[in-house]
């Protein structure tokens, strides 16, 4: 109970400092944390990246394996986007299968890279019907500060630039070969606290806040996915401008790849 | 599965001879279960769902409830037979995202203040799916909320848009979701323009996702007018008994 009435009294508090146009950290509120990729740090995996965003610490990991296509799409490799939200990253989160949560998180990564065919299913084919590359993203969240959808998507394309496929080791080729990446899409989160919007929220802003809006966007700026989460309501005419700051905000986050 | 048709739209004309913006032909009623406390069957082009609103209640399990207002419930499920290819039973990822998704469209709308410590609980199923499920689901699970006498502020209605070779289109049907290059829920409360649900799937640029959103609109307002309409049906029912 006492936490209630602290968080309580914490919401007031980001809420006060917001409608001052102030900000925690003195950030201006189209201001990203820090924000440092460090590729290629798990040797196991075909590729992989640490993303942190301020206190928020990410982990994106690549697996790929040889499997069937899907039936529908003999011709296509598969892509499948798997997130952790593992309990050492909050005292929220519990062991076990990804609730609620992990499952949009995961799936508004995916989308995002599905949508803007920043890979090529059609080249992960080896044998049409049979035998496709099949490409694990699995995101493991090891610090919650917020705004984990920027940082998993960040951290999973991070990943993605840095992954060889296995040819080798599955007996399919002779040499290995880089993942060929077309695109770059980049996850920008925005919050409402009390009719400001905020990007890059933190876990305290987040906790004040009842909309956040995901937006995807590509390298010539077309948009690859939108998630808007949260129990509130956007104003109509809010919502092109809020598209705007996020392709102009991920042009900055995607020189970090 | 059959194989992508040559062109989805020829001349401006979609496969089912609607245009660009033209929504499919829906049919709403209100209260059509006994034993729900609100419910509402909606055809709305090839898809059949149901909704069924149960509460405020009790809610279960005790650490769920909330001292201030009351929880939200929404689940969303697919008939194994909906589809072409039978879907397994029970929730899968999509459904869990597009449970929580509906469960947030609705809530804006919902005075949840006057029942600390309760549940609301939804329910829609979709018992034939032609593109456009978790809308139409939203858009019913809205109805049977009025039809349950829950205090609203005021309906919630929803459509999806996307693009097909390269157009803008309202309302997807199946082959233009399967094949088409995105697909937009939008879910708004029509009198005052707020967005409450808003996904995008696929690509589009920023050009066509403004004139999507505005065709969205247009097609809320459609919407709208028969939810108005199936509750007023249902009240002019009761009272000519």
Redesign the interface.
Known sequence: MSEDILSEVRRDYIYRLIKNGDRIGGRKADEYRDVSVEKGIIVRAEGSARVKIGNTDVLAGIKAQIGEPFLDTPDKGVIITNAELVPLASPSFEAGPPDENGVELARVVDKGIRGSHAIELEKLCLDAGSKVWIIFIDIHILDHDGNLIDASALASMAALTNTTLPYIRYEVGEEDEALLIKDTPIATTCADIGGEIVFDPCLDEENASNIELTVTTNANGDISGIQKRGTGKIPFEDISQIVDSSRRLAGELRKKL | ?QNRPEKLINDGIRLDGRGPDEIRPIKIEAGVLNRADGSCYIEWGGNKVLAAVYGPREAHPRHLQDSRKAIIKYRYNMASFSVEDRKRPGPD??S??I???SR?AL??VLMLEYFPRSSIDIFVEILQADAGTRTTGITAASVALADAGIPMKNLVSAISVGKADGEVILDLIREEDNYGE?D?PVA??TET??????????????EE??KA?NFA?KGCESVYKLQRRSLIEKYEKSCSD
């Open positions: 599965m990822r999509r869990v995202e449970s929580k998704v947030d809530a804006p995105a937009m708004m409360i323009g707020d967005i409450t649900l808003l996904q995008m799937d696929g690509r589009i640029t920023g996702f403004i959103l609109k």
